[in-house]
T-cell receptor
Framework: GAGVSQTPSNKVTEKGKYVELRCDPI?????LYWYRQSLGQGPEFLIY????????DSGLPNDRFFAVRPEGSVSTLKIQRTERGDSAVYLC?????????????FGPGTRLLVL | AQTVTQSQPEMSVQEAETVTLSCTYD???????LFWYKQPPSRQMILVIR??????QNATENRFSVNFQKAAKSFSLKISDSQLGDAAMYFC?????????????FGAGTILRVKS
């Protein structure tokens, strides 16, 4: 596609539920990143994929968070047993090869609200 | 770990005037990249300008320019001839120059308001 797309745009769920957030990167980009942006703050890194593998998952806050990218294109961020503190905008970005200095192109994000 | 600080939560500028947004960062690395991203209410992060730390010359992109002071670890953004469309949240970001040092480290952001 022309840019990074993310679905859904908004997601409202109840505490304790499971959610999946989808990211469709720019076609041909091998590097994919997830960030979380809490209200009034800058984005914080969650996980980076190079192809199908998670090259750096040091930003995942706990084991309720998991992400996959089975075919090296679309990625899904999965959150189990959601908590109110998980409410945030989840941003996805992609870059061509993931090598030094490349520009990361961002999607519009998914706003998650946990009630 | 690297940190990025934006000390101005909010700035205002009159249309057609010039405004400077501040950013400082902390790192022990000598080679890295710095970025300014713009985030309008649509939430889409848009790259405004980037600077490679090994380049002494300040980057410019049309009305946008930076003042990169490596020794002071300062990276400010100057917007000339401000336009209403410049109103947004602006984030300064750092990225390591390691081969696969990929994550961006962001500051807390500065809200820019443009008055007509």
């Amino acid at each position: 596609g022309a840019g990074v797309s993310q679905t859904p745009s908004n997601k409202v769920t109840e505490k304790g539920k499971y959610v999946e957030l989808r990211c469709d990167p720019i076609s041909g980009h091998t590097a994919l990143y997830w960030y979380r942006q809490s209200l009034g703050q800058g984005p914080e890194f969650l996980i980076y994929f190079q192809g199908t593998g998670a090259a750096d998952d040091s930003g995942l806050p706990n084991d309720r968070f998991f992400a996959v990218r089975p075919e090296g294109s679309v990625s899904t961020l999965k959150i189990q047993r959601t908590e109110r503190g998980d409410s945030a905008v989840y941003l996805c970005a992609s870059s061509s090869t993931g090598t030094r200095g490349e520009t990361q192109y961002f999607g519009p994000g998914t706003r998650l609200l946990v009630l | 770990a690297q940190t990025v600080t934006q000390s101005q939560p909010e700035m205002s500028v009159q249309e057609a005037e010039t405004v400077t947004l501040s950013c400082t960062y902390d790192t022990s690395e000598s080679d890295y990249y710095l970025f300014w991203y713009k985030q309008p209410p649509s939430r889409q992060m848009i790259l405004v300008i980037r600077q490679e730390a090994y380049k002494q010359q300040n980057a410019t992109e049309n009305r946008f320019s930076v003042n990169f002071q490596k020794a002071a670890k300062s990276f400010s953004l100057k917007i000339s001839d401000s336009q209403l469309g410049d109103a947004a949240m602006y984030f300064c970001a750092y990225r390591s120059a390691q081969l696969y040092g990929n994550k961006l480290v962001f500051g807390a952001g500065t809200i820019l308001r443009v008055k007509s």
